[in-house]
């Protein structure tokens, strides 16, 4: 990774770059780098976020170096982006574990428009929900969830010698997961990444462990989930934990900010707009609700045209109507209570 850095300290950023085509939420992956882990995983090369450096001279703001950089390295002109948090915990991006110096990336959130996603040499578009499959529950409860993750989990409760620290582990998985009464709760995707981090159950947590020879991942656990059954596409150092951040900041916004019409043509259908929602939600949405409360928000105005090619009859075309930035502090879409699907 290429940085700036102190005798201590390497800085750089990172971009978890998303956009919306044909109802699937894809993020931008470059080629990380070839990260070897003993026993359970092989040497391979590693899919990572857009990372880049900051070149203190160059760049004037943290957000124009990773503008410049994304339009150097990906050819895409960013439009919306935000800033999504620091990560620099100890040896995040180490590969042989040498060395002294502390990474520090600070990462940023970008929406692009589907018509704006050309593939260049070097990046790959992907389905988010690869990497986290048990957060798609558009067609229903994830098989995933109570095929591998829950009885996994129940494993690694199991596992905790104390009383006290089963009962801890119990209500973390049951609050994270929506279990044995607890509502399934969309916005808590990084708890629900860390959670099975610690527990040792994505593919990260092993190479890490193994890398520093930790024997936090127990022989027992190690047995019972075999390496194709770990949940999702592993990432190149802690990527997935960035993805997870970010798309729990998306679903966030969704409720009080307009963001999901960065993610939309200029003009579209109220079925798009709905399409968009879910696909960054997670969750089919009743159709009838979902306008009620797209209209009721003031957020859409038509276009006077309409839309031929849908199949069926031709449906309208809208637009978002920015005024509504003016009369609503909070102009999210928002969710209905009740799902459909």
């Known amino acids: ?14 971009a978890v770059i998303v956009a919306v085509t044909t109802e699937v939420p894809r993020v931008l992956t470059v080629r990380g780098a070839e990260l070897p882990a003993p026993g359970v ?7 990572a976020l857009p990372f880049g450096p900051l070149d203190p001279l160059r760049d004037h703001t943290l957000e124009l170096g990773l503008r410049r950089w994304v339009r150097e390295q990906a050819g895409l002109s960013l439009g919306y982006v935000e800033q999504l948090y620091t990560f620099g915990d100890r040896n995040r991006e180490k590969e042989g574990g040498g060395g002294e110096a502390r990474v520090l990336s600070v990462a940023y959130l970008a929406l692009v428009r589907e018509e704006e996603t050309e593939t260049v040499s070097g990046t790959q578009w992907l389905d988010i929900y690869r990497f986290l499959p048990w957060e798609d529950w558009r067609r229903g409860r994830p098989k995933i969830l109570d095929q591998v993750v829950v009885p ?12 006290s620290l089963r009962r801890a582990r ?15 709760d969309g916005y808590r995707v990084l708890d629900r ?12 947590a092993m190479r890490d462990h193994q890398r520093s020879g930790s024997r936090r991942c127990g022989n027992t656990l190690r047995q019972a989930i075999a390496a194709s059954a770990l949940p999702g596409m592993p990432m190149a150092f802690d990527h997935r934990r960035i993805l997870a951040t970010a798309l729990e900041r998306l679903r966030g916004k969704i409720h009080y900010r307009p ?3 960065e993610l939309l043509p200029p003009t579209f259908t109220l079925l798009q707009l709905q399409r968009v929602v879910e696909a960054l939600a997670g969750v089919r949405l009743h159709k009838q609700n979902f306008r009620r409360l797209v209209e009721r928000g003031g957020l859409v105005e038509g276009s006077g045209r309409f839309d031929s090619q849908t199949g069926g009859r031709p449906a309208e075309l809208f637009r978002f109507r920015r005024e509504v930035l003016r009369e609503r502090p909070t102009p999210g879409v928002g969710l209905p209570v009740h799902t459909a699907g």
Do not use: C, K
Request: aromatic share 8%; charged share 15%.
């Open 259 to 261: 963001v999901v019409f």
């Open 193 to 204: 990444y860390e959670l099975l981090y610690e527990a040792g159950l994505v593919a990260e």
């Open 41 to 47: 995983l092989s040497a391979v090369p590693q899919l």
């Open 152 to 163: 996994a989990l129940r494993g690694w409760r199991d596992s905790a010698a104390a009383p």
């Open 1 to 14: 990774m290429s940085t700036h850095s102190s005798a201590d300290l390497v800085v750089g950023l990172n």
């Open 170 to 184: 119990s209500e973390r998985i049951d609050i994270a997961f929506g279990l044995h009464g607890s509502p399934h």
